[in-house]
């Protein structure tokens, strides 16, 4: 474009200025034909205002910048109206309108990294922030379920950083409406910052707690000792909405493990937990479950579940971020100084350099097993992604019962099988007077007598001379899909002693017809299982253990080689959609362009045509 200034009549220039503000469509331009009709305009508005230095590029520059610095600040300026504003008393027709103002000006100001890129991540969060503080506004602080229909809003993290009751109550309901669309729209209501800042908040808090951490409750509460709910979302929520109550200061929580893999929702579940536990560090305490593993979660579905919330951008990230998180997870409580609960079982004694065991004695750990002490369980390293074989801390997360007496290796899973001799022994040595356990489902005792086979959600495993054994199971109709009809449970423990439970049954709440994300997996491995691909949590860890550490390397090649091979896809995709993207953005280009020279030349004809009319 000739930058000469341009001589002409005045009023000829008001009137393109006119058209430039009044009547076109600024927002559908290109970057480089927004440029030109701002010269026009600066070149316009130099005649106007008398002026006679050359019109350059830096003007054009400056006035762009200017005019889109000034849309900007009136956008962010209506978001924080909005934000301070209380919706309460608005109708349905008003509230909608609200929600779309406070949308076009997150738009206008997302629209800035054009100018600036340095602001891209904090306009997305500055967009979802402005998304949940208008939600949260709208359901005015009060635990409103969302209706299957609702066109939700992105959750956000708190501006202040503090979880509050309120904010745990809006991810519920959000993951209640969630939970009933499709779950690739699942990162829209919930993303990914927001799931890694939660994690982060609870990771930190669980760090810093002990093996095995010591509970002294308050005289005038209650204790809730949940077990395995293994992704059934909506069975946790029934628990806290319509049986137990949520957590508060006269009603502590401990949950056992196992809150992932076999359910759809095993994230969903995870999440809320974690949230209750940055909320009330000291009245929820999360235990690790053999479940809350790498090696677990690729097999039994809880990775499948975050490639498909997550798609294959971030779901490695969430992945990883939650094994994060599984690392720091305690493994035991002592309640009251009488109550012990883990999510496997006892374990055995282990002589190594920190526990200064005789010479003696590391050759008779040799030849037989011996119970181990609290004090050595201290002492374990739990940080890890995995565990190790005949160890310690595999003997936590997988040790069962057993009605024959002494302590010996289970030949069919991890971990150890103890019988009522060793409880006994346990019970006395810390002087406690209940263990209460979880780990093993209705599938896990087909066969058993009916006092023994968990479908009534707990069982008695043990009755010796110095208290009791139980094993607490939450998940109603376990597995998801064609699952037992049995009831979960819950047990309360009472004051003034916390010892002696009284169980409680949950059953299963309505939720959408999913089926459970390691039928995806299986699938997506092409794998050669059988028709029945669908096993039983006991028959799955017993193939796994049959392989041992052979099987759980083919099991991780196994899913490498489906990731390369998917990524292999994608590249070809992506090749194909910028291959795409690039013909339309041409073809766009072009048609803008010649548009927009359309435009000017009518201008100039306009003006040209006006000028001869007044010379004549």
Known sequence: MDLLPLIGDVDEFKEIMGIINKEMDLVSLSDENLRRVFMIFEIAGGVVNGRTKQVTEADAEQLWCSSVDGVVAVAKQVIDYACEMNFQDLDGPLKQAVVEILRSACNIVSKQRVFDSSLQGLLEELQVEVGSTMRERLVGG?????????????????RNGRISLEWIQLLISTFKWSSWKDPKEFQNV???????????????????????????????????????????????????????????????????????????????????????????????????????????TLAYGFWAELCTKFGKKDCKLVFDKCLECFRTLPLATIIAQGVYTTHGGLFRRTCSASTQCSTGEKRQKLDTLSLGSLREFAKVNRFLEDVPENDLLSDVLWSDPSSEAGLRENTKKFGLLWGPDCTEEFLKENHLKLIIRSHEGPDARTGADDARNMLNGYSKDHDTASGELYTLFTAPNYPQVDGFDNVGAYAVLKPPLFDSPLFLQLKAAEKPEV???????????????????????????????????VGKKDSTLMVTKVELNKKIQDQAE???????????????????????????????????????????
């Not at 009060?142 to 708190?158: G, H, I, V």
């Not at 808090?205 to 010591?214: F, G, H, L, Q, Y």
């Not at 435009?599 to 006006?610: C, D, I, V």
């Open 142 to 158: 009060k635990l409103e379920n969302l209706t299957k229909e609702q066109d939700t809003l992105p959750l956000s993290w708190p």
């Open 190 to 296: 919930m993303p990914v910052t927001v799931v890694k800042k939660l994690i982060s908040a609870a990771s930190k808090i669980m760090r810093e707690e002990r093996n095995c951490v010591k509970l002294r409750v308050r005289e005038d509460s209650e204790v809730i000792v949940v077990g395995d709910i293994l992704g059934q979302f909506h069975d946790l929520v029934a628990l806290f909405e319509e049986n137990a109550g949520f957590p508060s200061d006269h009603r502590y929580f401990v949950f056992n493990g196992n809150y992932v893999d076999k359910g759809s929702w095993g994230l969903e579940v995870l999440l809320v937990l974690l949230a209750w536990k940055v909320l009330m560090p000291h009245r929820v305490y999360l235990l690790r479950g053999n479940h809350e593993t790498k090696n677990c």
């Open 515 to 549: 089926p459970p994300y390691d039928v995806f997996i299986y699938e997506d491995m092409d794998s050669d299982e059988g028709e029945d691909s669908r096993l039983t949590d006991s028959d799955e860890e017993q193939d796994m253990v049959s392989r041992d550490a």
């Open 574 to 616: 992506k090749i194909k959609q910028l291959e795409s993207t690039v013909e339309l953005f041409l073809k766009d280009r072009d048609d803008r362009s010649r548009r927009m020279e359309e435009m000017l030349s009518t201008l100039l004809q306009q003006s040209s045509r006006k000028k001869r009319g007044r010379g004549s």
